[in-house]
């Protein structure tokens, strides 16, 4: 039996991250350049993401550019922005057939204005939809994040909009960039790396942790739906027994 059969669709994760992770050493073990590897993720973006849709995943958070993949050679960089665009254009009508809105987080404001301004677009473009939310994380990292919303959160106690005592887990969460989006359920790594690499830390405090071997370019829709079934047979405690929640 595939893992397709296996999965329970009355216990589908309600949120989905994962950590896109191998591109450039898939490349480099076909010999070639790593942007072969970035194109051909941009493919297992494309399906996994309708896999998603269709399981009934109600979001899923891809982490696409960090923080500190910004010091990687400039090159690199600037071909990837490139491809973003790319991707974005081409894959607008797929998001419009299948019903999924797009957002993003991250610190928007350094990508190239071309980059940007057509992630808006499709923002705009795709607000409508009440399918799937996809959410890239672009120029993201969560230490960036947790200290912008400190920020925000010192200012207003500062303008006497806030008491200090007033501060609690909701209002720190009202103030990340994922103010509307429920915290990941199911936690993907691909490419065999154990570590979380500054990605939604506040977020994963709770989520179940899945990490594979498989390259990102050879994610298959199979793979997704393996990582589904061993999260179901996880038992989430969230600090209670077992008897507790039984
Ligand atoms: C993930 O693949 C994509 C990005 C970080 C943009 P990598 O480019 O990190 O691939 P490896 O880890 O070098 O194989
Ligand atoms: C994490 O991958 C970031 C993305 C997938 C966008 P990296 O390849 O940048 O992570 P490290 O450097 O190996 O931790
Ligand atoms: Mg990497």
Redesign the pocket.
């Known amino acids: 039996m595939g893992y397709k059969e296996q999965i329970q669709l009355d216990r589908i994760p309600r949120h989905v991250a994962i950590?896109?992770?191998g591109n450039g050493r898939w490349a480099k073990r076909q010999g070639l350049a790593r942007m072969f590897g970035h194109r051909r993720g941009v493919e297992t973006v494309h399906n996994i993401t309708e896999v998603a849709a269709e399981l009934g995943v109600s979001y899923l958070t891809l982490?696409?550019?960090?923080t500190?993949?910004w010091n990687r050679p400039k090159e690199e960089v600037d071909a990837l922005m490139a491809l973003l665009v790319d991707t974005i254009v081409k894959e607008t009508p797929t998001l419009m057939k299948n019903n999924i809105r797009l957002q993003a987080i991250g610190d928007l404001a350094r990508l190239p204005k071309v980059t940007y301004d057509k992630f808006l677009s499709c923002i705009e473009q795709t607000s409508g939809n009440t399918g799937l939310v996809l959410v890239i994380?672009l120029s993201y990292s969560a230490r960036w994040e947790i200290i912008r919303s400190t920020q925000m959160i010192a200012e207003a106690v500062k303008e006497g909009k806030m008491l200090v005592e007033d501060i609690n887990e909701e209002v720190v969460s009202s103030y990340l960039t994922t103010s509307d989006i429920p915290d990941p359920d199911l936690l993907i790594r691909t490419s065999g790396?154990l570590?979380i690499?500054n990605?939604l830390l506040w977020q994963l405090a709770y989520a179940e942790l899945y990490f594979t071997d498989c390259l990102w370019p050879e994610f298959t829709n199979e793979e997704f739906y393996h990582a589904i079934v061993d999260y179901q047979h996880r038992e989430r405690r969230f600090g209670k027994t077992s008897e507790q929640i039984r």
């Open positions: 950590i896109m992770d982490y696409a550019f960090s500190e993949n994380a790396e570590r690499s990605f």
